[in-house]
């Protein structure tokens, strides 16, 4: 199955694929996705095509962010 939505495919990578979105991780995807003459990225369009590969950099980034906004919240029991 190939995801529709942000959370479908966040599902699918974090626990039916037992990936870790990672910061390091995140990026690494985002530099081949971003990287059309890529042969990661030139296999893909050829496979799901151009909206797909849109899609996919559209939830990195989305990964990302929420990432950045875990890592910038101040956990509870930190606060005195």
């Avoid at 980034?61 to 005195?80: R, S």
């Amino acid at each position: 199955m190939i995801p529709k939505t942000y959370n479908e495919w966040e599902n699918c990578i974090v626990n039916e694929c037992g990936i870790e979105l990672t910061g390091s991780f995140i990026q690494q995807r985002l530099d081949v996705l971003n990287n059309e003459t890529h042969h990661e990225t030139k296999r893909l369009l050829s496979l799901y095509g151009k909206p797909h590969l849109e899609k996919l950099i559209r939830w990195f980034t989305t990964a990302a962010e929420k990432l950045n906004m875990e890592n910038e919240a101040t956990p509870l029991n930190q606060i005195h």
